[in-house]
């Protein structure tokens, strides 16, 4: 046993040691920097600060290096490293209403109050590989001057609040509590309040698949995008030693608001009803996911019918967060020897019983024959 551990410790050392090698690739070839990655990866850099929970754009750069691109690695790497950092407190939540837009669209109306800002988006390209970009062309300038919205401006839900057509979304009062998923552990039935943080650390990929069903019958939602923002919010927190807010500084967070039918109940007329998504950094196909997602998971608030997986808090939710997901998946690769030659000696007792079983029954056929 003890030849077979040091030989397991030899081959686990030797293992990372080729992982550092390939990571590192054809060692003329310049490495890539933490800087290059945040600044031009930023989408994935994104992705891993939103998995990871933490809003360090170095620190994910970091993580998609070491993991040589597999954002879910990078995504594990920022969890473990998080809980290892000191907790001061809460910030205060954030306004987004008085966001620095950098990117502000919504479906739902043509000459938005405040304007439409397209900003930086896919959206209107043709999905051509650009193969300028592969001998380091230069960044063409905008025939038009960019510029970032300061000023307020309504939101497209407050406009439909005005005349009484979408559920009021009221602030809570500033002493409710609100969970944290970081430190407790997810139980069900969930708050909104808890569901979102888990949609918010959730998969891309499997929002967005559950996001999809959503639009196609399973979960009986009509979206429209009544608003999506992309900027920098400032955060501020609440010292308790000088008895007033002090700012930390300024954030990017991508926003999405997503308006839905809905026909009424015995306590409630019939109005459009809300899903939300927030996310750090530039992540939008996330935060419309989310928002789908999250209002098909308030079904049963809504007095709805619940026949849909997407409408079942406790699949959804225990089965979106990716790092739970990986570990579940991967441990399938350690060795399982004794269950597997328990599984196998089950299975030749089985196999043997089963063709006695078929002998005697064909012995049985061949008796009945001849006679």
């Not at 300028?132 to 062309?137: F, H, Q, S, T």
Request: with cysteine; aromatic share 8%; net charge negative.
């Amino acid at each position: 046993m003890y030849v077979a551990v040091k030989g397991g410790e030899k081959a686990i050392r030797n293992a990372h040691k080729l992982m550092a090698r390939d990571r590192r690739g054809d060692t003329k070839v310049p490495s890539v920097s933490l800087k290059q990655l945040s600044e031009q990866l930023y989408l994935s850099v994104s992705r891993v600060m939103a998995e990871g929970s933490l809003y360090d754009a170095e620190l994910a750069a970091l993580g998609i290096k070491q993991s040589r691109g597999d954002l879910i690695e990078a995504a594990f790497l920022m969890r473990a490293y998080r809980t290892t950092l000191p907790r001061f407190g809460y910030s205060q939540p954030i306004d987004t209403a008085r966001m620095l837009i950098r990117r502000r669209i919504s479906a739902t109306y043509k000459d938005l109050p405040g304007g439409q800002l397209l900003g930086p988006t896919f959206d209107y390209t043709q999905r051509l590989l650009d193969f300028k970009l592969a001998a380091d062309a230069e960044v063409p300038s905008p025939e038009t001057q960019t510029f970032e919205k300061t000023e307020v401006v309504p939101r497209v839900t407050d406009l439909l609040n005005d005349e009484g057509l979408i559920e009021v979304d009221e602030a809570p009062a500033p002493d409710t509590p609100v969970g944290d998923l970081t430190r407790e552990p997810l139980t069900f039935p969930a708050a909104r309040d808890l569901r979102l943080q888990n949609l918010a650390r959730g998969d891309e990929g499997f929002l967005l698949a559950l996001g999809y069903s959503t639009q196609r019958g399973f979960g009986r939602t009509h979206p429209f995008a009544g608003e999506i923002r992309l900027g920098e919010v400032e955060l501020d927190f609440f010292m308790e030693e000088l008895g007033f807010e002090v700012p930390l500084g300024t954030m990017t967070v991508s926003e999405c608001q997503m308006i839905n039918q809905f026909k009424g109940s015995a306590t409630a007329p019939p109005q459009f009803t809300r899903g939300y998504g927030l996310v750090p950094g530039q992540g939008e196909r996330k935060v419309m996911a989310m928002a789908l997602v999250d209002r098909s998971l308030r079904a049963h608030e809504l007095g709805e019918e619940i026949d849909s997986p997407t409408q079942d808090q406790e699949f959804v939710l225990s089965h979106s967060d990716n790092v739970q997901a990986t570990g579940f998946v991967e441990h399938l690769k350690l060795p399982h020897y004794v269950d597997f030659q328990s599984e196998l000696e089950l299975i030749r007792k089985v196999r043997k019983e089963w063709q006695e079983k078929q002998d005697a029954a064909g012995q049985e056929l061949l008796g009945e024959a001849a006679q």
